[in-house]
């Protein structure tokens, strides 16, 4: 028996590719940006530094030698600051209006922007563009209506009044911000949870929600630093009783005082004890930061 030979099919030879010069980026541009950046996180970080060693020194060494180092770490300092400038008391009272009001905002907005996200609805690019519209207002320009709504209220300098004002300030970007990152999350999950009989309710709170946690870590970092240095909200709605007062009026009230007494080392120590907790949080959350900002990209 004679068997037909097939025809032998040559493969094509592979073109062997040349070698390219690998490009330097090295350029006048990138030299440029670099040197910029380098200049800016001088610029930031040496007046922290300055305070931080500052604050170790005794006032005549401030005075005489303000660039030079402590000739001892004098602690007493941060102690006065705590004790005898009720720094320590300022601290555990914005420690609990941020806590309560972060935690407000971020239930809030939530909710609202996984609503925005994933329902259909009549009116609801109207309503999410009110909320949206929000950050188009800064916060002086309501001062003055916002000062009679709280007091008219009954909330007026109390904790509970600054708190719901924290939260209702923060909303519009925590909407915006968690809407975008809602859409970017894949819509099968949803589906199938709802297939296995998981109710709106539970679909948020147990699918969604953890789904959306790089988003929400993020959001929540953001909150925590701007009610932290908030100024002008708590000055116009916390007057009077000074027991109750935020961080920022407390400092501002120590940096009044001991400009003229001339008490320098402890101003610093208190400014030192106020940066302290923005700096921790920062150096604690910074790759969840980047990832949340960055996740709805990459899905």
Known sequence: MTTLDQPTVNAPTPVARRDRPVRRELGLANVLSHGFLVFWGLLTVLPLLWMFISSFKTNGEILSDPWGLPGALHWDNWARAWTGAHIGRYFLNSLVVVTGSVSLTMLMGATAAYVFARYEFRGRQVVYYLFVGGLMFPVFLALVPLFFVVRNAGLFGTWKGLILVYAAYSLPFTVFFLTAFFRTLPTTVAEAAMVDGCGHFRLFFRVMLPMARPGMI???IFNFLTHWNQFLL?????????????????LFALSVSQGYAGDYA??????????????AIYVAFQRQVQAGLTAGQLK
């Open 218 to 220: 993020s959001v929540a």
């Open 234 to 250: 708590p000055q116009v709605l916390m007057q009077g009783d000074d027991s109750k007062w935020m961080l920022a009026q407390g």
């Open 266 to 279: 402890r101003l610093f120590a208190g400014l030192s004890i106020a940066v302290l907790p923005v700096l």
